[in-house]
């Protein structure tokens, strides 16, 4: 099969994600990695999960926080699918790496629009994965599969890395503001007030399935960054001397972030410098709302939580 042209890198297949992998979209232009974008809808206005291509969006976006709007999102369709990959597969094989079926339906959707698309091109491949992955550390996955697809690892070869790590793809997250979380009923008025009153900070992560769960609570922010800290030396590949991606997010809280980062590169010299910062884009902010701090790292098999 000929390679895939993108942007005079020639590649051995085509490499997509969704736009909740919550890193810059010129960031995985630059990669040479297709993106499907997600909305959200607003007054009857349906806006795109943006990625930073316009400077003003997301401030847009959580103005209409504050104003207490509550953004409505929904799943990428079969047909948003097909358009999507059959573009792609006029120009190569694909991979795409789904969003994690823990937090939305649209894998099933790309599954189906693949079933049917494979069936149409039976000269071509197109294999589509469920990441169990969110946020950041769904970029974190992509971006270390772009990193192997440009070694010339095979499409096969990328596949199989990809489903041996993707749950070693660790999310630790804590939230200073329950607002949102109280909006969207993921917890009651009663416990968010609590909270606030108290300055708890629920400690998270993403479980073996990809869905978050919230396993600890903490009062203030410097313990919830001690004991999120606390977690990636316990699970973080190599230990303290880890030195492989690691990606921190953050929505409408940089103080917070860099107090994260601090912490991380002082208990792991190695990460000094290379610790990627990035916002949590619309998608995931319509859930979990200003004040969430998240890094992403690969460390051991992630635990089943119930």
């Not at 995985?28 to 400077?55: A, C, H, I, N, S």
């Not at 049917?116 to 971006?143: A, F």
């Not at 990460?271 to 709302?289: P, W």
Request: proline fraction near 4%; charged fraction near 25%; glycine fraction near 8%.
């Amino acid at each position: 099969m000929a390679d895939y042209m993108e942007d005079g890198m020639e590649q051995k297949f085509i490499l997509s994600c969704c736009s909740t992998v919550d890193l810059p979209y010129a960031y995985m232009k630059q990669r040479g990695v297709p993106v499907l974008f997600y909305t959200y809808v607003v007054d009857g206005v349906e806006y795109d999960d943006d990625m930073g291509r316009d400077p003003a969006a997301l401030p847009r976006f959580y103005q209409f926080i504050r104003e207490g709007k509550l953004p409505q999102t929904s799943q990428i369709n079969v047909a948003a699918y097909t358009d999507f990959f059959e573009e792609l597969l006029q120009k190569g094989d694909v991979l795409h790496i789904a969003f994690t079926s823990g937090q939305s339906g649209s894998v099933h959707n790309a599954f189906q629009a693949a079933e049917e698309l494979c069936k149409k091109y039976p000269n071509r491949r197109l294999e589509v994965i469920d990441s169990l992955c969110s946020s950041s550390g769904y970029g974190l996955l992509v971006d270390s599969a772009a990193d192997l697809r440009d070694a010339g690892k095979s499409l096969e070869e990328v596949v199989q890395w990809v489903l041996d790590n993707r749950n070693k793809v660790h999310h630790q997250f804590f939230s200073s503001d329950m607002t949102q979380f109280r909006r969207t009923g993921r917890v009651s008025g009663a416990a968010a007030m609590v909270a606030t009153v108290l300055n708890i900070c629920p400690i998270m992560r993403l479980d073996s399935k990809g869905a978050i769960k919230a396993y600890d609570k903490v009062r203030g922010k410097k313990k919830a960054v001690e004991t999120t800290v606390a977690a990636m030396v316990q699970h973080a590949q190599d230990g303290l001397a880890y030195h492989e991606k690691c990606f921190i997010c953050h929505s409408q809280c940089p103080d917070d972030a860099q107090m994260l980062i601090t912490a991380i590169e002082k208990r792991f010299p190695q990460l000094k410098g290379m610790i990627r910062l990035c916002d949590i884009g619309t998608i995931i902010g319509s859930h979990a709302g200003p004040g969430t701090v998240a890094v992403f790292f690969m460390g051991d098999e992630r635990p089943e939580m119930d």
